[in-house]
């Protein structure tokens, strides 16, 4: 049973009731969202219900696209685990620090999540062959879900992708192209292979159901906490879709009745090298402008123009939240401070996210009482070159080695 209601512009509000409708606003090409009719959901479901459920992302059917279980694509994505860092946080005087560390998630980060919704969805509406333009991680997921689907998959991503990316899309049987430029240039050769071959593009936002898997992260983070909304959430920035997710979740879960009014501040992590949400959001702008040269080791968050901007802009300033900077050194520090305080090797992108909420505690954006919740993307392992290549760039001889 659907509890979908249709699909409503998040721009013009334009709504499109049937659910097999999919992509884009047809009015104003902006991203659609996925609404529920939530007063069934809530007769329907109780938060106790859940205790009975499988401790996967499935768990919240009800709020989700996929409407049966035989059609739902999984390799045991989410309700990953919610770690105090009580070391971590005393050297930044944070009583309340964790992590949500979706690392553990099938193909090493949090991409499986959308991934997993989308090809769902995709299969169920008889989609056979999948493209993505990817900075790295989606692509892999996209390759991992679409071989569990049995549907064709080809991913473009920029030439200087981490190898692990690369050879997990090739290992899956996903058909690979490598673009001398940038993820925009990754998405022109997507459309080109759309129009000519009737392939299906699942980027960003630019069908609705992957951001349907994301926003579970916002439910799993609150039954975390006992049904309590932490003060502030930390999130790196590429596409966004991890903070327009959860942002989504939690007016949803506020329309269940599961949550009251309160919401996290949300905080929206760049790197120095390409910054554009951080930049549009300092001078007040609804939309981001493309960052010129982007340069920055977290390839993650190496997207110059999101798609989802002005989503990402409304999270941030309805919730009253931050969006800062950190340097490509600082994030590289980051990762060896995690690893050697908490014993967790986190991605570049989650570790910039450790260095932003330093740097909020030390100026007091945090106080020392609040819940924070770090949103570590992915595992470190998947980094290995760009890491070793940074250090090599910019680590004098000898720093870095077994001593501490
Ligand atoms: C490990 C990791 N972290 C963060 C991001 C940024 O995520 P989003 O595009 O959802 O903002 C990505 C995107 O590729 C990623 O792979
Ligand atoms: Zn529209």
Request: glycine share 8%; aromatic share 6%; with cysteine.
């Amino acid at each position: 049973m659907s509890f979908v209601k249709h699909l409503e512009c998040s721009r013009c509000g334009h709504n499109i009731p049937k659910i097999e409708t999919r992509g884009v606003c047809p009015l104003c090409q902006s991203p659609l969202l996925v609404r529920y009719n939530l007063h069934q959901v809530k007769r329907h479901v109780k938060k106790t219900t859940l205790l009975d459920r499988p401790t996967d992302m499935w768990r919240y059917l009800e709020v989700m696209p996929v409407d049966a279980d035989e059609d739902i694509i999984s390799l045991g994505e989410g309700y990953t685990p919610l770690l105090p860092l009580s070391r971590l946080g005393k050297s930044a005087r944070l009583r309340n620090l964790w992590v949500k560390d979706e690392s553990v998630n099938p193909t090493g980060t949090f991409k499986a999540r959308g991934l997993s919704a989308a090809v769902s969805m995709a299969r169920k509406l008889g989609f056979k062959k999948l493209a993505i333009p990817s900075a790295g991680n989606a692509g892999g997921a996209l390759a991992a879900y679409g071989a569990r689907a049995g549907l064709e998959v080809f991913v473009v991503m920029p030439v200087d992708t981490p190898s692990a990316n690369v050879m997990e899309c090739r290992m899956t049987g996903a058909r690979v192209e490598l673009v001398d430029g940038l993820i925009g240039d990754a998405a022109k050769r997507v459309n080109e292979l759309q129009a000519a071959e009737g392939w299906f593009d699942v980027s960003t936002l630019k069908e609705p159901y992957r951001l349907e898997g994301k926003k579970i992260l916002g439910y799993e983070i609150v039954e975390q906490f006992r049904w309590k909304v932490p003060d502030v959430i930390v999130s790196p920035v590429g596409g966004g879709m991890a903070l327009i997710g959860i942002w989504k979740a939690l007016q949803e879960m506020e329309e269940l009745g599961w949550i009251t009014s309160q919401r996290p501040r949300m905080v929206a992590v760049q790197s120095e090298g390409c910054a554009p949400i951080v930049k549009a959001f300092r001078e007040a702008a609804t939309t981001a402008e493309p960052w010129v040269r982007p340069v920055t080791f977290a390839s993650g968050i190496r997207i110059p123009k999101p798609f989802g901007d002005t989503l990402i802009l409304q999270a941030l300033r309805e919730s009253r939240g931050h969006a800062l900077a950190v340097s490509d050194e600082s994030i590289y520090s980051a990762v060896q401070q995690i690893s050697r305080e908490e014993g967790l090797f986190i991605c570049p992108e989650g570790a910039a996210g450790w260095a932003a909420i330093r740097h909020l505690s030390e100026t007091g954006w945090i106080n020392p009482d609040e819940t924070v919740v770090l949103l570590n993307t992915g595992a470190g392992l998947k980094y290995i070159d760009a890491l070793n290549r940074f250090a090599k760039e910019h680590q004098p001889v000898g720093a870095g080695s077994e001593k501490r």
